[in-house]
């Protein structure tokens, strides 16, 4: 079984990271975790590293001694199967925080563990509305959830694109799920018209029955809850159809990566994607900068939602003067941080406050900017 050879890898990395520093220094783990194959993550990974090597070079200190940060990065798989052992790992480690789990299906099956640790912990690119909830202090969400992004859209699908019939497909995940429940409340307060929900697999590629549905009853517009990879092969299995209808997707879709495996869709394809457009940011060309040093691929949009929740944490830890993670949980309650993404800072419950989203229009194989939403408008 492949947890069998998670476990003494875990074993192995808590004698590759237990390395000395010196008496004038701390050394302070973080814990990172996420499904380190996958192509949507490299560019968040990096920009985890990114942010804590600098922090290193500022040189930050607390009662005296020199704090020097170390990561102990770990491959969830995307799975909470394996999610599980490695928040265990973390917490033996005494890790200050986790930068992670990536999905929104580990980071809530862990929750509960860093919770009654008391480690905080702040996931890349969760946004399922489930993960911030009363009773849990220790969770941060630096991207808003889609009890916010999902009826947003909703909003816009029902009257900007002024969709008659829509279909809604989601891929049975945490993330997925929860994206279409919140979706599908927010067309109905809009006064449109769920013609049909339909849940496949997290795994296939094979979209023909939901298709064959969608075109059943004359859907005009198809909304898919899943991550970017599907959302490809399902444009690929519209097109193949000839179908005319218009899809909406999610889950990092307005990238070079749905374009790369939709190859050959032109258009009719519309994105939600957390915060507002990179080029309207005042920290954008820095970061892009000192990315594109030791970071050859695309920059996606997690990769700055990434940095910023390595650096709220590092900024969290200044504020308490402590890596006590209690004290450290404290502080994130408090904090308000100019980051590259916006103003980060969280409500009693651990969501962002004030997220924005920005739906993109997929046009001749290029993203374009439709409509930024902000949740206070």
């Not at 979209?207 to 690929?236: E, H, M, Y």
């Not at 899809?247 to 869709?265: P, W």
Request: glycine letters at 8%; a positive charge.
């Amino acid at each position: 079984m492949k947890l069998c050879i998670l476990l003494p890898a875990l074993f192995l990395s808590v004698a590759a990271h237990a390395q000395s520093v010196d008496a004038t220094e701390q050394l302070v783990l973080v814990g990172v975790a996420a499904p380190l194959t996958s192509p949507r993550t490299e560019s968040g990974i990096a920009a985890v590293r990114l942010a804590f090597d600098e922090a290193n070079r500022r040189a930050i200190r607390i009662g005296g001694k020199q704090l020097v940060f170390r990561l102990l990065v770990e491959d969830d798989k995307g799975d909470a199967l394996f999610a599980t052992p490695i928040a265990q790992y973390f917490i033996r480690s005494k890790v200050v925080g986790v930068i992670g789990h990536w999905n929104s299906g580990p980071s809530i099956a862990v929750a509960g563990l860093y919770s009654a640790a008391g480690i905080p912990q702040i996931p890349i690119a969760t946004t399922s509305s489930r993960f911030p909830r009363e009773g849990l202090r220790t969770i941060f969400q630096v991207q808003g959830h889609d009890g916010v992004g999902a009826v947003r859209l909703a909003e816009f699908v029902v009257r900007n694109l002024q969709a008659a019939r829509i279909a809604v497909i989601e891929d049975g995940t945490a993330y997925g799920t929860d994206f279409a429940d919140s979706f599908v409340s927010g067309v109905r307060r809009a006064g449109g018209l769920i013609v049909s929900r339909e849940a496949i697999s997290s795994k296939t590629s094979d979209f023909n029955p939901a298709l064959n549905n969608a075109q059943k009853i004359n859907a005009d517009v198809i909304v898919f809850g899943g991550v970017v990879t599907q959302s490809a092969l399902l444009a690929r299995s519209m097109m193949r159809r000839d179908m005319n209808v218009r899809l909406v997707a999610t889950g990092g879709t307005a990238t070079g990566l749905f374009v790369q495996l939709a190859e050959g869709v032109q258009g009719n394809v519309w994105a939600l994607e957390t915060g507002v457009p990179r080029d309207r940011l005042p920290g954008w060309r820095e970061f892009n900068d000192k990315m594109r040093v030791r970071f050859k691929g695309e920059i996606t949009h997690y990769a700055l939602f990434a940095y910023d929740a390595a650096n709220v944490l590092v900024a969290a830890i200044q504020k308490a003067g402590s890596v006590d993670p209690k004290a450290v949980t404290t502080a994130l309650h408090e904090i308000r941080y100019p980051g590259l993404t916006g103003i980060v800072s969280f409500d009693a419950n651990g969501a962002v406050i004030n997220p924005a989203y920005t739906i993109y229009h997929l046009e001749q194989s290029k993203w374009s900017v439709e409509k930024v939403l902000l949740e206070k408008q």
